[in-house]
């Protein structure tokens, strides 16, 4: 088994710009002290891929080797895991028109194929729900969910067991509520995609 250290990966995340911690407005207009760009983990594959093995052997007991990752977020990811796994394959969903998930240039699931979803992080669920809408309407089975982080906190929105290596509980607050702007501290707008809470 690899180790695969949480203090460790928690550096990784900040030494990277994958996690931030401050004082941020959120897209949904509340605030917090916390804000992911996970994309940025891939700026150093050296580390991504101390993740990569960590998640692939998390995900060995579903005996899967098909790994779906949703795009972008999920392409690294999924791609990443897949290589931990010899003769896997490793394709990527991409929104369409519909406001679903689609497999594209060529990318096909065959009937019975068993498929894990590999995300960077799970936050409502909503996106990998849509993969595994996709995967399931080629008949494909969706066997489990892969993700480095899980912001889910209902839970997160779709029936597969989720398999994360670092669970975030990330406050927000409406900005009358925010204990950040009682104290003055100034507030910033991320760049970038955000991975606001949604
Ligand atoms: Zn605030």
Redesign the pocket.
């Known amino acids: 088994m690899t180790t695969f250290s949480e203090v460790e990966a928690w550096r990784m995340l900040e030494a990277s710009g994958a996690y931030l911690r401050g004082?941020f407005l959120l897209t949904t207009g509340r605030?917090s002290d916390q804000f992911f760009l996970l994309s940025r983990l891939s700026e150093r594959p050296d580390w991504l891929w101390v993740w990569a093995r960590a998640l692939a052997e998390r995900l060995e007991p579903f005996g899967v080797r098909t790994v779906v990752g949703p795009a972008v977020g999920g392409i690294i990811p999924a791609f990443a895991v897949a290589s931990c796994w010899p003769g896997s394959r490793m394709l990527f969903a991409e929104k369409d028109t519909r406001g679903g998930m689609s497999f594209r240039r060529g990318f096909a699931i065959s009937p019975g194929e068993a498929v894990v979803v590999v995300e960077d992080a799970v936050t409502t669920g909503k996106s990998v729900a849509a993969v595994i809408a996709a995967v399931e309407g080629a008949g494909g089975e969706v066997r489990a969910v892969g993700a480095w982080v899980d912001r889910s906190q209902d839970g997160p929105a779709f029936r597969p067991p989720l398999v994360a290596l670092l669970k975030a509980d990330v406050p927000h607050?409406s900005?009358d509520a925010?204990p950040?702007?009682r104290q003055g501290v100034p507030?910033s707008r991320p760049k970038g995609p955000t991975e606001a809470l949604r």
Request: charged letters at 0%; hydrophobic letters at 40%; one cysteine or more.
């Open positions: 004082h605030h607050w900005p925010c950040l702007c507030l």
